[in-house]
């Protein structure tokens, strides 16, 4: 059965840094687009970041580019998304997801995630 999970999230004060990790079972991460998710009270879910099933496209939400960077380690089987320079306003529930259609997976397709996880809560707050 293929699962994501989520971890690393927290509660950490404004301009600090989380990591963090969606481990995958059920199938290598490598033969997915591993896209990172979040939704915010109230508002809609929005794609943050995404990484080619290759690595070689990577993508940010223009919100977060500069601040945050997406990894993966093929050899654990999980993908990482490093934050920087936390602002309230990255508050939200992060989820990670993966595309494993042939298309989806090799342009990081934001639209063609089939398999989620259920989130992991990062607060930003003094």
Same mark, same amino acid.
């Given at each position: 059965?293929?699962?994501?999970v989520e971890s690393?999230? %927290?509660?950490?004060?404004? +301009?600090? *840094?989380?990591?963090? #990790?969606?481990?995958?079972s059920g199938f290598?991460?490598? $033969? ?9 009270? %109230?508002?809609?879910?929005? +794609?943050? *970041?995404?990484?080619? #099933? ?8 223009? $919100?977060?580019?500069?601040?945050f960077t997406i ?13 920087? #320079? ?41």
């Open positions: 059965q293929l699962q994501l690393g999230g %927290g509660l950490v004060q404004p +301009g600090g *840094s989380l990591k963090l #990790s969606c481990a995958a290598t991460s490598n $033969s997915a687009a591993i896209g990172w998710f979040r939704q915010a009270p %109230g508002k809609e879910r929005e +794609g943050v *970041s995404c990484i080619s #099933s290759s690595g070689i496209i990577t993508k940010y939400a223009d $919100s977060v580019k500069g601040r990894s993966r380690d093929n050899a654990k089987n999980t993908v990482y998304l490093q934050m920087n #320079s936390l602002k309230p306003e990255d508050t939200a529930v992060y989820y990670c997801a993966a595309a494993t259609s042939l298309s989806s997976r090799y342009l990081c397709d934001y639209g063609g995630m089939n398999y989620w996880g259920k989130g992991t809560l990062v607060t930003v707050s003094s």
